[in-house]
Nanobody, 116 residues
Framework: QVQLVESGGGLVQAGGSLRLSCVASLRTYVMGWFRQAPGKEREFVAGIRWSGDWIYYADSVKGRFTIFRDTGKRTVYLQMNSLKPEDTAVYYC????????????WGQGTQVTVSS
């Protein structure tokens, strides 16, 4: 069983930045960040293969968010710049054993709140 622990959430003003971190007990094939805003469904934000040769972003965050990993620390990061109030959500780290839309392991989530 892979355990994922997120950190780095908080309250920030619009236009500000935050960096989320996710430490994995074991490396999976792919790591992703998702978010869920109140009253909305969970949505994909960004994904990265541990090898680093595949990275993908949701259109809503392209150019503002960057996903990267430190393999030695088994940590995946989500650097969030130019934050908007609509980025407010609980952000979840997830791991997948194989390449595809399904993720097998989930963290507990970290709250990101962007004030206007």
């Amino acid at each position: 069983q892979v355990q994922l622990v997120e950190s780095g959430g908080g309250l920030v003003q619009a236009g500000g930045s935050l960096r989320l971190s996710c430490v994995a007990s074991l490396r999976t094939y792919v790591m992703g960040w998702f978010r869920q805003a109140p009253g909305k469904e969970r949505e994909f934000v960004a994904g990265i293969r541990w090898s680093g040769d595949w990275i993908y972003y949701a259109d809503s965050v392209k150019g503002r968010f960057t996903i990267f990993r430190d393999t030695g620390k088994r940590t995946v990061y989500l650097q969030m710049n130019s934050l908007k109030p609509e980025d407010t959500a609980v952000y979840y780290c997830a791991g997948a054993r194989s390449f595809g839309p399904e993720y097998d392991y989930w963290g507990q989530g970290t709250q990101v709140t962007v004030s206007s």
